[in-house]
């Protein structure tokens, strides 16, 4: 039985939180709505791993873009290659979800005082809920509320995005047992018939 109508729906889903990732991410390039921090590289580390963009966005988006115009797969090599995707869709997922909890666990890099440094790291995330310790960065400005929602929303869409592209790689692996299983089973049918047994 072909899940195809469950899959274009898993598709469909995958199309805006993969480009919700992939703003998110490129919008933390830019803090202060400026290009002089990612020039000067004084960019939070986490930003530049491109968790949103790579594994939330771009893997994620393959995926989505095969399941929208392929569909059901009709032949082994498909199936394979279905699978593959699917697995390379969970895995960007995995690797966005690690990259934005890190990044919102160890805070931004940003002036605090008179150097360049990590002020929240190692505070776990106490420090979200304490806005009157946000003034502890300086520059750039409002680094901690870019910072902080970016990565929040980073963190829910691959968390969803996890979701999903697990169960299309269940959805692809049950096709392909039940298919293969019942290709067997109707082949030994048709030999019993055949032979009289």
Known sequence: MCLGRCSRFIARCLYPLGFLSMTCNIVLFFPDWKTEYALNHRLTPEVTYMGGLVGGGVMVLVLAFYID??????????????ISIAAGGVAGAIYSFKVAFDGLVNG?????????DKPYKDKS????????????????????????????LLVLASSLEL????????????TYVCKTEGKRVGETALRMVATGR
């Open 108 to 116: 931004p890099y940003c002036r605090a005082g008179s150097w360049w």
């Open 163 to 174: 979701v999903l592209c697990s169960l299309q790689l269940v959805i692809v692996v049950v």
């Open 69 to 82: 115009f392929k569909g059901c797969c009709s032949n082994r090599c498909e199936k394979f290659l279905s």
């Open 125 to 152: 995330l106490k420090y979200l809920l304490n806005v009157d310790q946000w003034d502890q960065c300086s520059e750039p400005e409002n680094v901690v509320a870019l910072n902080s929602s970016a990565f929040g």
